[in-house]
T-cell receptor
Framework: GDSVTQMEGPVTLSEEAFLTINCTYTATGYPSLFWYVQYPGEGLQLLLKATKADDKGSNKGFEATYRKETTSFHLEKGSVQVSDSAVYFCALSAGNTGKLIFGQGTTLQVKP | EPEVTQTPSHQVTQMGQEVILRCVPISNHLYFYWYRQILGQKVEFLVSFYNNEISEKSEIFDDQFSVERPDGSNFTLKIRSTKLEDSAMYFC???????????????FGPGTRLTVL
């Protein structure tokens, strides 16, 4: 069945460092891909999305490109801030009902 | 900006008791979902609801679970007889879904933390 695999966390970076969080997927058909972020004590917020191959989603300095050939959707940010500390979830939208299938989440901790 | 709301934020119950978790989706949205996240684990799909009926459910969503849209604004998840393993954060989500388009962005509520003792 469809699945999403994310790199293991936690990821600890210093402020202004470059961030990459790897995400790969397995799916039949052509899913939409998403990154959601969960700040401490809060729900899930959509960070960015891409709906077809080679699309690049971007928001708040974060980017991810839908790579069909490598079945990947890696999240990147050029310069992280302490306020980016959160759990990041990669997800795909599957089937006729649009249900989301999530990866296990990657905790990012940014230190000043 | 419209948002999905959920009540209560935290529910504590005894094993075997019934609980109802409530959600108010964004008003013009047509697709509704419940997900759960057991502490430290991934977010899991439970059920989707469209056009006043369940459109898909996962293996987790057994006969102990039910969903309802009782009044055109609320969307509820009922667990008939709670078990210890039902302890989790439960998230409601909704998407616009105009024209039956299920792939619209899902907007999540803040969650209800259910603790079963």
């Amino acid at each position: 069945g469809d699945s999403v695999t994310q790199m293991e966390g936690p990821v600890t970076l210093s402020e202004e460092a470059f961030l990459t969080i790897n995400c790969t997927y397995t799916a039949t058909g052509y899913p939409s891909l998403f990154w959601y972020v969960q700040y401490p004590g809060e729900g899930l917020q959509l960070l960015l999305k891409a709906t077809k191959a080679d699309d690049k989603g971007s928001n708040k300095g974060f980017e991810a490109t839908y790579r069909k050939e490598t079945t990947s959707f890696h999240l990147e940010k050029g310069s992280v801030q302490v306020s980016d500390s959160a759990v990041y979830f990669c997800a795909l939208s599957a089937g006729n009902t649009g249900k989301l299938i999530f990866g296990q989440g990657t905790t990012l901790q940014v230190k000043p | 900006e419209p948002e999905v709301t959920q009540t209560p934020s935290h529910q504590v119950t005894q094993m075997g008791q019934e609980v109802i978790l409530r959600c108010v989706p964004i008003s013009n949205h047509l697709y509704f979902y419940w997900y759960r996240q057991i502490l430290g684990q991934k977010v899991e799909f439970l059920v989707s609801f469209y056009n006043n009926e369940i459109s898909e459910k996962s293996e987790i969503f057994d006969d102990q679970f039910s969903v309802e849209r009782p009044d055109g604004s609320n969307f509820t998840l009922k667990i008939r007889s709670t078990k210890l393993e039902d302890s989790a954060m439960y998230f409601c989500a909704s998407s616009y879904g105009g024209g039956g388009r299920s792939t619209d962005t899902q907007y999540f509520g803040p969650g209800t933390r259910l603790t079963v003792l």
